[in-house]
């Protein structure tokens, strides 16, 4: 039959001569190829002890970031769930009270923040919406597993970065 | 005296049958370890440092494991199959000498359990018998595939036990003599001027040959493991076992590759004989102790030679493997038999 790609190759099944069908050197082949394996490197990454090296612009979990003066900079505007293709981030927006300013940066919060983590795809579209520069996705933490799909939902106590120690 | 002679048989017994064990153990250790290395993995490294606690870990764990009896099995015949290939693998380590003698006292002692006037014929009446454990328990499990598999096992088993007793018939004639014992030492005398070297590999390379592949099959290692060939057979004659009972299997597999291993390194590799070991000028009792020491070095190169193939070769398929006993090792040892024989008488004619 006329193939194709006019790639294929005409194989013949020539029966096999002496040395092979002794098996012996083949295996002395096999033999040696494993012993090389015995003292390569190994690929494995013991896990707890030492982690996998991260890129730099890995997308990991997310963080609420405050502003130089300790201000969470987030005004719930509501970019990053709009933005969001995988509609994993609601908020709820509330006004700011006299003698919160050192609270908040703008007259208007989040009083929550939800990320869904099972819902995110870590695509990073929310930090690139956000006006505030509130948003980021860290390179050095990812979300671990979890027993309850509840605990997947992370509000502002998980995610907002937290206060610096010269502010408290 | 008489008593002295029974404590130190005694201990020697319960040394051997110690270091058997804890062989055994640890070759479960040392399997997975080269599974690993070869597949540039590390194995097991959690148990303990370097995991040197893995093997308790799993016997503890096949220890709490419910000892499961299916309901149409023969009940006796299926906890009689697993004690039984137990029982065997650790009888005949008996007749192994695992060194030369320890000068006590102005004693001679030898380090060796029994000795057996026919250390061989023993050897090979016990590994005979190690097959009815695998075949009792494959037919007691009342399971199709368990009996596949026990059934494969014999029929291999007899298979390959013609041409393993061809090549050591092949072996008998250069040594003329059936005592373990004795063809330990006779490898001991002086070849080429070099004392400890008169090894039988040299006059029997290819009565060797067979009886490693022969010793690969009785084992049921890889490349010959089809009674428990689980893409076959599930899990072959061990199917329906949980718990111990599937442990002492595996451990008699385990036994059986150190007794292999020992049986080869005393007939062909010179058992506890080091070159040079009359030439060094040392105290006999450290000679000694340096053979064992040897033997036992040898001993691990062939268990880790048994691994090395596991990780390295595919199973055979099964008409290749009665092709293989039937029409290559067998009629090739019987030729090694005829011209170990031509040579011997030659050497007589000649000198």
Redesign the interface.
């Known amino acids: 039959m006329q193939s194709l790609s006019n790639r294929a190759k005409k194989l013949e099944k020539k029966p096999m001569n002496f040395s092979e069908r002794m098996y012996l050197p083949a295996?002395f082949q096999?033999?040696s190829?494993?012993?090389r394996?015995?003292f390569?490197?190994?690929?494995?990454i013991?896990y707890p002890e030492e982690t996998r090296p991260m890129s730099t612009v890995w997308r990991g979990l997310h963080v609420l970031k405050r502003d130089e003066k300790g201000r969470e900079r987030c005004t719930a505007c509501g970019l990053c769930a709009v933005a969001c293709p995988a509609e994993a981030i609601t908020m709820v927006a509330g006004e700011r009270k006299r003698g919160e300013e050192n609270l908040y940066r703008e007259e208007k919060y989040a009083i929550s923040y939800e990320i869904n983590m099972l819902r995110c795809i870590f695509c990073g579209l929310c930090e690139e919406a956000c006006p505030k520069a509130a948003i980021f996705l860290q390179n050095d933490k990812t979300a671990p597993a979890r027993y309850e799909r509840d605990e997947f939902i992370y509000g502002k106590d998980r995610l907002v970065e937290p206060m610096p120690i010269e502010n408290l | 005296m008489e008593l002295d002679i029974l404590l130190i048989k005694g201990l020697i017994i319960f040394a051997v049958f110690g270091i058997t064990l804890l062989i055994a153990t640890y070759s479960t250790y040392a399997e997975r370890k080269v599974a690993a290395f070869i597949q540039d993995r590390v194995g097991p490294n959690r148990a303990g440092p370097l995991g040197l606690a893995q093997p308790l870990a799993d016997a503890v764990k096949l220890f709490f494991k419910e000892e499961f009896v299916p309901a149409n099995a023969n009940k006796f015949l299926f906890i009689a199959g697993p004690s039984l290939a137990m029982l065997t693998a650790c009888m005949s380590s008996a007749v192994i000498p695992f060194g030369g003698t320890l000068l006590i006292g102005g004693e001679y002692i030898h380090l060796q359990a029994i000795e057996v006037n026919i250390g061989i014929l023993y050897v090979f009446g016990i590994v005979a018998l190690g097959v009815y454990g695998i075949m009792i328990g494959g037919w007691a499990s009342n399971n199709k595939f368990s009996l596949l598999g026990a059934i494969r096992a014999a029929s291999q088993n007899i298979s390959y036990e013609l041409a393993m007793g061809m090549s050591i018939i092949a072996l008998l004639l250069v040594t003329g003599t059936l005592s373990m014992r004795d063809i330990a030492a006779q490898q001991g005398q002086e070849m080429f001027g070099v004392s400890g070297m008169n090894w039988n590999i040299f006059y029997q390379p290819v009565g060797f040959l067979i009886f490693i592949i022969c010793a690969f099959a009785e084992t049921n290692r890889v490349p010959f493991d089809l009674p428990e060939c689980e893409t076959e057979l599930v899990g072959g004659y061990h199917t329906e076992y949980s718990s111990m009972g599937m442990g002492l299997y595996l451990f008699a597999e385990y036994v059986n590759i150190f007794v292999a291993s020992a049986v080869m390194a005393t007939l062909y590799f010179g058992g506890y004989n080091f070159p040079f070991m009359n030439q060094l000028g040392l105290p006999h009792n450290v000679v000694t102790i340096l053979g064992t020491v040897v033997l036992f070095a040898k001993i691990f190169f062939f268990i880790f030679f048994f691994m090395w193939v596991r990780w390295t070769l595919p199973r055979f398929r099964y008409d290749q493997l009665m092709n293989l006993g039937w029409k290559i090792l067998i009629p090739l040892s019987i030729l090694n038999v005829i011209v170990t024989g031509g040579a011997i008488l030659l050497k007589a004619e000649l000198f």
């Open positions: 295996i096999g033999l190829i494993t012993m394996h015995f390569k490197k190994k690929a494995t013991r």
